[in-house]
């Protein structure tokens, strides 16, 4: 091709043949090539942009890289336009955008009253009103879960049948021996979070059961079968393998909260007393809506049918060895709890009123709840343990839990409904040093409901300072000077927990 061909293909805007003159080859050093190659083109000035050469023309700039040529792509003016105006556009939106989401709060009218709200309750200020804004109401649904399905059931009654004829016959195979014992002792003893001094005969009913033997009695069991694969796929990095709270994850995320050991049978979350175990469907909602505010999260993306295999999956892991009657008890038998699991009776919830928030502050204070969730704070924000100076705080496995509950943060493990709130202030969480009030008046809980809402929900109303004069703290006994707290409320004293042998020992009459 000539050169005058080649500016006439240049001017119509269609693409050259290549050409060699434009750009160095590779294998030809630059500082070795004849003079006219080192020459700018005839129709233009080269540039350099981003590494690579361009030819400019009045027409457009063509791409030269070695041997081959691209069309041309545009107008360097246009380009150099349409970028300007692209970034301008861009940052115009952001501007408005961030405007928008400011002055929402403030335009978009004052919050509504709670229901049953006193009248003569001042409304929320602006910035109260933000803060309310910003709370996520979806924390507060507490949908009503329906019972498990009747194969599911059938095939947990099958596994409690088994476990019980295998644990009359034979109970040396559902246990660990010897070197066993002594590994599962170490893991134990090795798990995050476990003191160093722990008292290990308490423990060793928990851990001296054979999971791997637990988990052959579940053949033909489609249920529990299905509930030990989703387990394995989504659980067992931070539960375990084995499900007693030893996962690979626990080294590396978990300051504190550690994660649930199954086999102690006992869990936050549940509508049954104090102490006792709790629904199936109370573990189907933990499952669907995780727990808000710690690293359990919700499973609401498996079928329903795979969240309750894993419900009764982790049932079956609750197990522990009565070396008293030499049995394996699974603590959702019915026929071996010690007591039923009743059903708390929540009632009715009351409207909330300036009243009720008052009462449930005095409550507050009188049952020895400001000791573990505000101190001399000014407000219930929570403490760390060293601020409480409270050795008591410790999970099933005599794992130190490092916070109290920060009450103001809208995020509470079991959900912000008022039924949530009301379940695990009756009942009690079962782990930790947080007593239970069941033996409270309903209207009373109540008010601590009440109380505790509205320290999150700005527009609830709200008890004045002044108040905490009418309230009298409990008297410190003996055991809380020495540094264990116990809750006048509570009727429970909060400790790890004991070896159900030795209990079960000490109530048995001696002859």
Not at 65 to 91: D, E, I
Not at 205 to 222: G, K, N, R
Request: with cysteine; proline share 11%; net charge neutral.
């Amino acid at each position: 091709m000539t050169s005058g061909q080649r500016a006439k293909d240049d001017a119509a805007g269609l693409p050259g043949k290549p050409n060699s003159q434009q750009v160095p080859l590779p294998s030809e050093p630059a500082g070795r090539l004849p003079p006219h190659r080192l020459s700018a083109p005839r129709d233009g000035p080269r540039h350099r942009l981003g590494g690579v050469d361009y030819r400019s023309s009045q027409l457009g700039i063509h791409r030269r890289a070695g041997r081959r040529g691209y069309p041309r792509f545009c107008s360097y003016r246009t380009s150099f336009v349409m970028h300007n105006l692209t970034n301008s556009v861009l940052s115009v939106v952001a501007i408005l955008l961030a405007i928008s989401v400011w002055v929402h709060p403030f335009i978009a009218g004052s919050p509504t009253p709670p229901p049953g709200g006193s009248p003569s309750a001042p409304a929320a200020s602006p910035p109260a009103a933000a803060a309310a804004d910003r709370y996520q109401p979806r924390l507060e649904h507490d949908p009503p879960v329906s019972g498990p399905p009747a194969s599911a059931v059938a095939d947990f009654d099958t596994f409690l049948g088994r476990l019980r004829a295998k644990s009359e016959d034979a109970v040396d195979s559902l246990l660990l021996h010897r070197d066993a014992l002594e590994r599962a002792e170490e893991v134990f003893v090795n798990t995050a979070g476990v003191l160093k001094n722990v008292m290990i005969e308490r423990h060793s009913p928990f851990f001296t059961v054979d999971p791997e033997a637990i988990f052959a009695l579940y053949y033909d069991l489609p249920t529990l079968e299905r509930g030990l694969g989703l387990y394995q796929q989504h659980c067992s990095h931070c539960h375990g393998p084995y499900g007693r709270g030893n996962g690979g994850a626990t080294h590396q995320w978990y300051a504190g909260n550690f994660p649930r050991n199954f086999w102690y049978g006992k869990f936050k979350s549940r509508s049954t007393q104090y102490g006792t175990a709790p629904t199936d469907s109370d573990l189907f909602r933990t499952l669907t809506r995780g727990f808000y505010g710690s690293t359990m999260p919700s499973f609401r993306h498996l079928s329903a049918q795979d969240r309750w295999s894993l419900v009764q999956f982790v049932k079956s892991l609750a197990n522990f060895y009565d070396d008293y009657d030499e049995l394996i008890v699974n603590r959702f038998d019915p026929e071996a709890a010690p007591e039923e699991s009743t059903l708390l009776d929540i009632g009715e919830p009351p409207p909330v009123t300036l009243d009720s928030v008052i009462r449930g502050r005095i409550l507050f204070i009188k049952n020895g709840c400001l000791a573990c969730h505000q101190g001399t704070k000014a407000k219930p924000v929570g403490l760390a343990r060293w601020e409480g100076g409270f050795d008591n705080w410790n999970d099933e496995m005599d794992r130190p839990i490092q916070n109290s509950r920060d009450l103001t943060n809208k995020v509470f493990l079991s959900g912000a409904a008022p039924s949530d709130l009301f379940r695990i202030i009756t009942g009690g969480p079962n782990i930790g040093p947080m007593p239970n009030y069941h033996n409270m008046p309903q209207q009373d809980l109540w008010a601590l409901v009440h109380y505790i809402q509205s320290v999150f929900k700005p527009d609830y109303p709200q008890a004045p300072p002044s108040v905490d004069a009418q309230a009298k703290p409990p008297a410190k006994s003996e055991a809380e000077q020495g540094g264990t707290a116990t809750p006048s409320g509570s009727s429970e004293t909060p400790s790890p927990p004991d070896n159900p042998s030795t209990a079960k020992r000490s109530q048995t009459p001696s002859d």
